[in-house]
C-alpha cells in the first residue's frame, strides 16, 4: 500500500470513529452572495494566493496582493484598479503580518513565494507601496503550494509555514539580523502529499490546511508542540466537501470565537465551518453589477473590520481563475453580506493589525547533551549529583529506556554510557554507610529485568559501577522511582506502570554490596511516574499522571494518607499527562517544586513550604543564536538549588526533551540555570 493510499484509508477510519458526514438533505441550503467588486485582470493567466494589507490609519485603503504567477506580485486597491507590480518575480503565494521588528521598528511583512526560484521573498509596505526588504530570499528548495504566517502566542515570534508539493508542511522562524530579513528552517512536518493552502489561527497555534483529496485538517503549529492533526471535514463520500479544497480564510472573534471559510473548488462553492468542525453554512459567489460570479477559484483571503462605504465589516477576496474569458482575477465580496447569508450573528472580529502581545513566561536552554544513542522514546529521567568537594564537577545521571545509563558532565559531555537494561527512572543520594564510609548511591528502575538496578557512584572518576545485585520489584513493570534519605537510613520508591502501587526499600550495605529491604506499599490510586522526595521535611511527592498530584509521607510508616496540591484540567492549567517532578530547596525549609506539566509542553512551580501554594508556570524555548532548540514532552526532570559556577550560580534544572528539533534529531537533555528561571516567574 502507497503512503498515499494508507493515509486514505486511516484518515477514513478516523472518521468514521470521530465524525459522521450527515445525509445529502440535512446539508445547509447553499445560498448565492452576490460580488462586489472586481480586480483589473492579472498580466499573465494564473492567479494564485491572495492576501490583505490593511492600511494602519485608514481602512478603505488597504490593499489586495495578488500573486499572479509568472505575471508577478500585484497590488491593487479596494476599488480593483492595478497600484503596482513586481515583475521581476514568479508569485504563486503570498501572506501578510503585522508589527514584524526589522530596522529598529515595527513594520508590516509581506512574505511572497517564487516558484521559479523557489524561495521566499520579503517586502514591507511603505506608504502603500511594496518596498523589497533587505537580506537574500529565503530558500524553500521545494514547489510550495500554500503559505501562511503564525505569530507565536508563546514567543511572540514570527513564523512562515510552508506547504509543499511533497507533501511536507516546512516552517520558518523569520527575524532580522542586521536590519535584514532571515528565515531559518525550525521544522518540518510529514503531511502527504497533495496539501495545498492554509491559515493559522494565531491565538490558539492551530493551522488549517486543506488536503485536495482528503478535506480540511487541523495542525498544532507552534515548533515545540506534537503535530497531530485533526479532522475539520473530509472530501465525500465521507464527509461534506465535494472533492478539492482550495483556498482557506478565518474569520477570527474578538472574544475568542472563529470561522473558518474553506474553498470546495470543484463545486464552487464556499463552506463555513466553526473551528470544532460543525458545518454553519454553505454558499456561492455570483455576478454582482457589472462583475461576473466566480468560477474556479484558487486562494481566499478575508478581512473582518470596516473598509469603507463598500465594506463596512471587511472584505473576502477570491483568485478567480475564470474570469469570464479574460485572464484570471481577484473578486471582492462584502463580508457583511457573506455573514448575513451565512445567518451568522454579527459580531466584533478582531483586527489583523493588532498582534497580541506573548504573555508566557519564557526561558531558554543554556546548553544540550548529545543526542541518545538509541531511537524512539529513549530518554525519560535525570540525576543531578552535587559533587561536595568541586561543584564543577558534578555530573547529570541520566537514563536510555532502550540501553541503560549515561553520566554527563556539567558541560553536557558524556562521560560514561552503561548498558545494564532499559532504565526508566533515576536517582541518586549521598551518605549510604559501607565499611563506616559513607558512599554515593544511583538507584534506577530497570524494565528489562524488573528489578531495582544499584551502582556506586565514584566521585574521583565520576563513573558508575554495581553496587550489588538487582533488587527484584515484584512488579510486571517497573516505572516510577525515587529516592528518600532519612534519619534513618536511604530509602527507594517504585511504582508499577499502569496500576499506580508503590513500594518502598530500605537500602543497606551490611557486607559492601548495596541490598534492598521492603518496607512498605501503598496505592496512589491510578498511573503515576514522577516522584521526589524532599529529605529534610519528610514529605513525598507523587504526580499521577492523568489525575493530579500530591503531597504523601516519604517515612515507611508513612501510610497513604495524602493531601491533593493540584489536579489535571484544574484551576492552574496542568494538562495530562504530568510527569517529572523535582525540589529545588531553600534555606529552613523554604523553596520550590517544579513539575513537567507535559501534557501542555510547560512547567509548573510550587512553594516547597506551606500548603505547597501554585506559583507559575513557564516554558523552555529555542535559543536559536546558540543553535539550541526548546524542550518539549517532558518526561523526567531533576533539580538543584547548589551553586554549580559561572553557568548555574543559584542552581541547575536538567530536562529530558522528548521532541529534539532543529535539526531533528535523537532525544537528548536540556540544562537550565535556575536564576533563569526564578528571573521570568518573578521569585527570586
Same mark, same amino acid.
Given at each position: 500500500?502507497?503512503?498515499?493510499?494508507?493515509?486514505?484509508?486511516?484518515?477514513?477510519?478516523?472518521?468514521?470513529?470521530?465524525?459522521?458526514?450527515?445525509?445529502?438533505?440535512?446539508?445547509?441550503?447553499?445560498?448565492?452572495?452576490?460580488?462586489?467588486?472586481?480586480?483589473?485582470?492579472?498580466?499573465?493567466?494564473?492567479?494564485?494566493?491572495?492576501?490583505?494589507?490593511?492600511?494602519?490609519?485608514?481602512?478603505?485603503?488597504?490593499?489586495?496582493?495578488?500573486?499572479?504567477?509568472?505575471?508577478?506580485?500585484?497590488?491593487?486597491?479596494?476599488?480593483?484598479?492595478?497600484?503596482?507590480?513586481?515583475?521581476?518575480?514568479?508569485?504563486?503565494?503570498?501572506?501578510?503580518? $503585522?508589527?514584524?521588528?526589522?530596522? =529598529?521598528?515595527?513594520?508590516?511583512?509581506?512574505?511572497?513565494?517564487?516558484?521559479?526560484?523557489?524561495?521566499?521573498?520579503? &517586502?514591507?509596505?511603505?506608504?502603500?507601496?511594496?518596498?523589497?526588504?533587505?537580506?537574500?530570499?529565503?530558500?524553500?528548495?521545494?514547489?510550495?503550494?500554500?503559505?501562511?504566517?503564525?505569530?507565536?502566542?508563546?514567543?511572540?515570534?514570527? $513564523?512562515?509555514?510552508?506547504?509543499?508539493?511533497?507533501?511536507?508542511?516546512?516552517?520558518?522562524?523569520?527575524?532580522?539580523?542586521?536590519?535584514?530579513?532571515?528565515?531559518?528552517?525550525?521544522?518540518?512536518?510529514?503531511?502527504?502529499?497533495?496539501?495545498?493552502?492554509?491559515?493559522?489561527?494565531?491565538?490558539?497555534?492551530?493551522?488549517?490546511?486543506?488536503?485536495?483529496?482528503?478535506?480540511?485538517?487541523?495542525?498544532?503549529?507552534?515548533?515545540?508542540?506534537?503535530?497531530?492533526?485533526?479532522?475539520?471535514?473530509?472530501?465525500?463520500?465521507?464527509?461534506?466537501?465535494?472533492?478539492?479544497?482550495?483556498?482557506?480564510?478565518?474569520?477570527?472573534?474578538?472574544?475568542?470565537?472563529?470561522?473558518?471559510?474553506?474553498?470546495?473548488?470543484?463545486?464552487?462553492?464556499?463552506?463555513?465551518?466553526? !473551528?470544532?468542525?460543525?458545518?454553519?453554512?454553505? &454558499?456561492?459567489?455570483?455576478?454582482?453589477?457589472?462583475?461576473?460570479?466566480?468560477?474556479?477559484?484558487?486562494?481566499?483571503?478575508?478581512?473582518?473590520?470596516?473598509?469603507?462605504?463598500? $465594506?463596512?465589516?471587511?472584505?473576502?477576496?477570491?483568485?478567480?481563475?475564470?474570469?469570464?474569458?479574460?485572464?484570471?482575477?481577484?473578486?471582492?465580496?462584502?463580508?457583511?453580506?457573506?455573514?448575513?447569508?451565512?445567518?451568522?450573528?454579527?459580531?466584533? &472580529?478582531?483586527?489583523?493589525?493588532?498582534?497580541?502581545?506573548?504573555?508566557?513566561?519564557?526561558?531558554?536552554?543554556?546548553?544540550?547533551?548529545?543526542?541518545?544513542?538509541?531511537?524512539?522514546?529513549?530518554?525519560?529521567?535525570?540525576?543531578?549529583?552535587?559533587?561536595?568537594?568541586?561543584?564543577?564537577?558534578?555530573?547529570?545521571?541520566?537514563?536510555?529506556?532502550? #540501553?541503560?545509563?549515561?553520566?554527563?558532565?556539567?558541560?553536557?559531555?558524556?562521560?560514561?554510557?552503561?548498558?545494564?537494561?532499559?532504565?526508566?527512572?533515576?536517582?541518586?543520594?549521598?551518605?549510604?554507610?559501607?565499611?563506616?564510609?559513607?558512599?554515593?548511591?544511583?538507584?534506577?528502575?530497570?524494565?528489562?529485568?524488573?528489578?531495582?538496578? #544499584?551502582?556506586?557512584?565514584?566521585?574521583?572518576?565520576?563513573?558508575?559501577?554495581?553496587?550489588?545485585?538487582?533488587?527484584?520489584? =515484584?512488579?510486571?513493570?517497573?516505572?516510577?522511582?525515587?529516592?528518600?534519605?532519612?534519619?534513618?537510613?536511604?530509602?527507594?520508591?517504585?511504582?508499577?506502570?499502569?496500576?499506580?502501587?508503590?513500594?518502598?526499600?530500605?537500602?543497606?550495605?551490611?557486607?559492601?554490596?548495596?541490598?534492598?529491604?521492603?518496607?512498605?506499599?501503598?496505592?496512589?490510586?491510578?498511573?503515576?511516574?514522577?516522584?521526589?522526595?524532599?529529605?529534610?521535611?519528610?514529605?513525598?511527592?507523587?504526580?499521577?499522571?492523568?489525575?493530579?498530584?500530591?503531597?504523601?509521607?516519604?517515612?515507611?510508616?508513612?501510610?497513604?494518607?495524602?493531601?491533593?496540591?493540584?489536579?489535571?484540567?484544574?484551576?492552574?492549567?496542568?494538562?495530562?499527562?504530568?510527569?517529572?517532578?523535582?525540589?529545588?530547596?531553600?534555606?529552613?525549609?523554604?523553596?520550590?517544586?517544579?513539575?513537567?506539566?507535559?501534557?501542555?509542553?510547560?512547567?509548573?512551580?510550587?512553594?516547597?513550604?506551606?500548603?505547597?501554594?501554585?506559583?507559575?508556570?513557564?516554558?523552555?524555548?529555542?535559543?536559536?543564536?546558540?543553535?539550541?532548540?526548546?524542550?518539549?514532552?517532558?518526561?523526567?526532570?531533576?533539580?538543584?538549588?547548589?551553586? !554549580?559556577?559561572?553557568?548555574?550560580?543559584?542552581?541547575?534544572?536538567?530536562?529530558?526533551?522528548?521532541?529534539?528539533?532543529?535539526?531533528?534529531?535523537?532525544?537528548?537533555?536540556? $540544562?537550565?540555570?535556575?536564576?533563569?528561571?526564578?528571573?521570568?516567574?518573578?521569585?527570586?
Amino acid at each position: 500500500m502507497t503512503h498515499r493510499a494508507w493515509l486514505i484509508a486511516l484518515t477514513a477510519a478516523l472518521a468514521a470513529c470521530s465524525q459522521k458526514a450527515p445525509a445529502p438533505d440535512a446539508q445547509p441550503a447553499v445560498v448565492t452572495v452576490a460580488a462586489a467588486g472586481e480586480t483589473a485582470p492579472t498580466a499573465e493567466d494564473g492567479a494564485n494566493g491572495v492576501a490583505i494589507w490593511v492600511h494602519p490609519e485608514d481602512a478603505a485603503q488597504s490593499l489586495v496582493l495578488g500573486a499572479g504567477g509568472t505575471g508577478g506580485l500585484e497590488v491593487y486597491g479596494l476599488d480593483g484598479a492595478l497600484k503596482q507590480r513586481v515583475a521581476d518575480i514568479e508569485a504563486s503565494q503570498v501572506m501578510v503580518r $503585522y508589527g514584524f521588528e526589522i530596522g =529598529g521598528s515595527r513594520r508590516p511583512l509581506v512574505l511572497a513565494y517564487d516558484p521559479m526560484r523557489s524561495t521566499l521573498i520579503g &517586502f514591507t509596505v511603505d506608504n502603500g507601496e511594496l518596498k523589497r526588504l533587505p537580506g537574500a530570499p529565503i530558500a524553500a528548495d521545494d514547489e510550495l503550494t500554500g503559505l501562511c504566517g503564525f505569530t507565536s502566542p508563546i514567543t511572540g515570534r514570527a $513564523y512562515a509555514l510552508g506547504m509543499t508539493d511533497s507533501g511536507d508542511m516546512l516552517q520558518w522562524e523569520l527575524f532580522a539580523k542586521g536590519g535584514a530579513l532571515e528565515g531559518r528552517l525550525v521544522r518540518s512536518v510529514a503531511l502527504g502529499k497533495g496539501v495545498e493552502y492554509c491559515v493559522v489561527n494565531d491565538s490558539t497555534g492551530t493551522m488549517y490546511y486543506g488536503d485536495e483529496a482528503l478535506g480540511v485538517m487541523a495542525l498544532p503549529v507552534d515548533p515545540e508542540t506534537d503535530p497531530a492533526r485533526k479532522i475539520v471535514d473530509l472530501a465525500a463520500p465521507r464527509g461534506q466537501i465535494t472533492e478539492e479544497v482550495k483556498g482557506i480564510a478565518l474569520a477570527q472573534g474578538a472574544d475568542g470565537h472563529a470561522l473558518l471559510i474553506v474553498s470546495d473548488t470543484s463545486s464552487e462553492r464556499f463552506f463555513a465551518y466553526d !473551528l470544532e468542525g460543525k458545518l454553519l453554512g454553505r &454558499f456561492q459567489v455570483g455576478a454582482g453589477a457589472k462583475v461576473d460570479a466566480v468560477g474556479e477559484n484558487e486562494g481566499i483571503a478575508l478581512a473582518t473590520i470596516p473598509m469603507g462605504a463598500a $465594506y463596512p465589516e471587511g472584505v473576502l477576496v477570491i483568485a478567480d481563475q475564470d474570469n469570464d474569458g479574460e485572464h484570471s482575477n481577484f473578486k471582492l465580496v462584502g463580508w457583511r453580506e457573506v455573514r448575513g447569508a451565512l445567518a451568522v450573528a454579527a459580531k466584533e &472580529f478582531a483586527d489583523p493589525r493588532a498582534q497580541a502581545a506573548a504573555t508566557a513566561r519564557t526561558v531558554t536552554p543554556t546548553l544540550e547533551t548529545p543526542a541518545v544513542q538509541t531511537w524512539g522514546d529513549a530518554s525519560d529521567d535525570p540525576a543531578i549529583w552535587v559533587n561536595p568537594r568541586d561543584a564543577a564537577k558534578s555530573v547529570v545521571i541520566a537514563t536510555d529506556k532502550n #540501553l541503560g545509563l549515561y553520566v554527563y558532565d556539567l558541560d553536557g559531555r558524556l562521560l560514561q554510557a552503561t548498558t545494564d537494561g532499559r532504565m526508566n527512572n533515576v536517582d541518586v543520594r549521598d551518605g549510604l554507610m559501607v565499611a563506616g564510609k559513607p558512599r554515593t548511591l544511583v538507584a534506577a528502575s530497570n524494565r528489562t529485568d524488573k528489578s531495582i538496578a #544499584l551502582y556506586w557512584l565514584d566521585p574521583a572518576t565520576r563513573k558508575l559501577a554495581r553496587a550489588g545485585d538487582p533488587v527484584p520489584t =515484584g512488579f510486571g513493570d517497573p516505572y516510577g522511582l525515587c529516592m528518600y534519605a532519612g534519619t534513618d537510613g536511604i530509602y527507594v520508591f517504585v511504582n508499577n506502570g499502569g496500576d499506580g502501587l508503590y513500594r518502598q526499600w530500605r537500602i543497606t550495605a551490611p557486607d559492601g554490596k548495596a541490598v534492598g529491604e521492603q518496607v512498605r506499599e501503598f496505592e496512589v490510586g491510578s498511573q503515576a511516574e514522577g516522584c521526589a522526595a524532599d529529605d529534610e521535611t519528610g514529605a513525598l511527592y507523587v504526580a499521577e499522571e492523568g489525575g493530579g498530584f500530591f503531597r504523601y509521607s516519604a517515612k515507611p510508616d508513612g501510610g497513604s494518607v495524602r493531601k491533593e496540591i493540584d489536579r489535571v484540567e484544574g484551576p492552574n492549567g496542568l494538562v495530562a499527562d504530568i510527569e517529572g517532578l523535582e525540589i529545588w530547596a531553600g534555606a529552613d525549609g523554604t523553596g520550590f517544586i517544579v513539575l513537567s506539566n507535559q501534557g501542555a509542553d510547560n512547567y509548573a512551580v510550587y512553594r516547597r513550604e506551606g500548603d505547597n501554594a501554585f506559583v507559575g508556570i513557564f516554558h523552555i524555548v529555542a535559543d536559536p543564536d546558540r543553535g539550541i532548540d526548546g524542550v518539549s514532552e517532558t518526561d523526567g526532570l531533576d533539580v538543584v538549588s547548589a551553586p !554549580l559556577g559561572a553557568k548555574f550560580p543559584d542552581g541547575l534544572l536538567v530536562v529530558q526533551d522528548g521532541r529534539n528539533l532543529s535539526p531533528r534529531e535523537r532525544q537528548n537533555y536540556k $540544562y537550565v540555570s535556575w536564576r533563569d528561571i526564578a528571573e521570568a516567574l518573578g521569585i527570586r
